[in-house]
């Protein structure tokens, strides 16, 4: 008697399994990439790859401007001790800046982030981790922040952001 899928009650979730394998892809073909010019690089899809790390609650290696459509960005966490980390990619109409980010961060917390156009994020990355997305953005003015709570070493801590951990960026 052959098996058929879900005969035993059990049935694959082909959505979950959708989104970790991509998330498998993704992870692998920016290892697995070269570089073409300072914070970016190319996987085998012809996708640019963006590797931002945050180290001392500090975004780097995220270039100033890119190029607008689909593109990889990979988040490394590099605290010297246990803290979680994300970015959450808000695009800032016109006049705004990551200031404006910090600032209502200051006022509401992490319900700041609902004030502004999210273009998706990259969550909970814990301290020696590393974690990817895929965005496909338009021209605009874009940035990176993390609403997270908490200190190096654990407890509770204030959102990131109202300590700056933003990164403003456009996309051409």
Known sequence: MSRQ??????????????????????LALAGCSKGEAQGQETNT????????????FKYSGMPASIKSG???????????????????LLGLSSGKTANDIVADAKQKGDKAEEDFLSFGEVADVNTGSTHAGVFSLPPGTY??????????????????????MTFQFTVA
């Open 5 to 26: 899928p879900g005969s035993d009650g059990w049935r694959p979730r082909l959505g979950w399994l959708g989104v970790l394998w991509m998330a498998v892809v993704a």
């Open 45 to 56: 899809a012809g996708l640019p790859v963006y590797k931002l790390s945050v180290q001392k």
């Open 70 to 88: 689909e593109s990889i960005i990979t988040l490394t966490n590099r605290e010297a001790g246990a803290v979680t980390h994300e970015f959450v």
């Open 143 to 164: 940035a990176l922040a993390c609403f997270e709570k908490g200190k190096i070493g654990g407890g509770e801590g204030a959102v990131h952001a109202t300590i700056g």
